[in-house]
């Protein structure tokens, strides 16, 4: 027998053995039940994808959240978006802003890239959600819609001095005083990055540091002026002021090496979420979260390569921060198609995703899909939450095989299929990267709210599917 025929043998029976614990995923609301019954009262549930183009992550994930909101009373959704980009839309689905329709309520969404938040799915979820809070009893708590991400320097700053134009004038020229440090790079916010940290300008750091502090000294004489109202804009305006230390300090290490850049950005997240739950306490509501993010950022890296190399993530400064009142939830594809630019600043366009690599999970998946019959199905990945009894050996030896390194696939905003390998795979160990994971065997793309040229006939690239 040769060592290919007994590798793939090897794989087919970890296959059999991964079907007889998987749980296959039918299209009705009713096929999330015992997912549901996983995750139990935790209180952040964080929902991944594979990729920031796949219409099946972006449906299934919002599917969930609608049944966490209605079944555990889930009070907040935080996204891989920016905080003033996102607060437009929490406005609108809570009622309090002037938008016509959730259409116009994600006009703030214009960074590249910009299909991740104004696409059809999340459209759909941002009216859902905005209905679900007009039906609610008067003075029960609405779910808001939150970002968590770091990138809107300018527009937080804008924010900022917005919010004290109309409570406080002077203070407004304090703010403005302070944040003109930025203002020689006209909103290029790398620019300013790239001089600060070589020495061509002092950094405004000493800057934004001393506008979050006053904010932060005046927080009971600003928020407690007219009630919820006050307490909400104070927050909303404190928070982009923590944005603007955050952004700059990140802007700054973009040119120190990528895991310090990336630890901010991933620290930052998990501060707003912090402060998004003190928020809600402090109005008398029990914080109960969805994160919607990449796999990247919401599987523990404590279990993947980058981890190794020095990379933290959400995942894992969630676990650790809030053990076990988290859920980790993974996705992952075998095939289908993605929306994803060539590079980035260019525009979206609709490709074909290959086949997931041999050794890959995505590839074990495929194989478990096809002794179940079935292209959907989820797996329970913490200790006693298989079939049977919560001592139930044979799943636990699942899971064994499942912490084993693989090759992982990750497609972000940018897809290059043809260094597949080399782009989008990393070793991780599943099992103790996610709580759960659900694989969608074949997916297609998300659709933009915007369909270009390039997206209504984009496709296979010339090397598909021989290129490397």
Partial sequence: MTATTTHTSSETRLAQRIARAAQPLARTPQSYDALLDLIGDSRFVLLGEASHGTHDFYAERAEITKRLIVEKQLTAVAVEADWPDAYRVNRYVRGESDD?????????????????????????????????????????????????????LNSSVEAVIQYLEKVDPEGARRARERYACFERFEKDTQAYGYAASSGAIDPCEDEVIAQLV???????????????AAADEFFYAEQNARLAKNAEEYYRAMFRGRNTSWNLRDSHMVETLGELVDHLHHQGVIAKVAVWAHNSHLGDARATEMGRGGELNVGQLVRQRWDRDSFLIGFTTYTGAVTAAQDWDEPPRHRKVRPGLAGSYE??????????????????????????????????????????????RA????????????????????????????????TRAVEPLERTAGWDHGGAPDTFPSGV
């Fill in 100 to 152: 016509p329709d959730g259409r116009a309520a994600l006009g703030d969404f214009q960074r590249f890239p910009t299909w991740m938040w104004r696409n059809t799915v999340v459209l759909e979820f941002v009216e859902w959600l905005r209905e679900h809070n007009a039906r609610l009893p008067r003075g029960a708590p609405k779910v808001g819609f939150y970002g968590m991400d770091l990138y809107s």
């Fill in 363 to 408: 590839a074990l998946f495929h194989d478990v899909a096809q002794q179940l019959g079935q292209d959907r199905f989820f797996l329970p990945l913490r200790p006693g939450s298989g079939p049977g009894s919560p001592s139930d050996g044979s799943h636990n030896d699942v899971l064994d095989d499942l912490r084993r390194e693989r090759l992982e």
């Fill in 214 to 228: 006053e904010l932060q000294r005046r927080a009971s004489e600003l928020a407690g002026r007219d009630g919820r």
């Fill in 411 to 442: 497609i972000g905003v940018i897809y290059r299929p043809e260094t597949e390998r080399w782009s989008h795979y990393f070793h991780a160990s599943l099992a103790d990267q996610f709580d759960a994971v659900l694989h969608l065997d074949e």
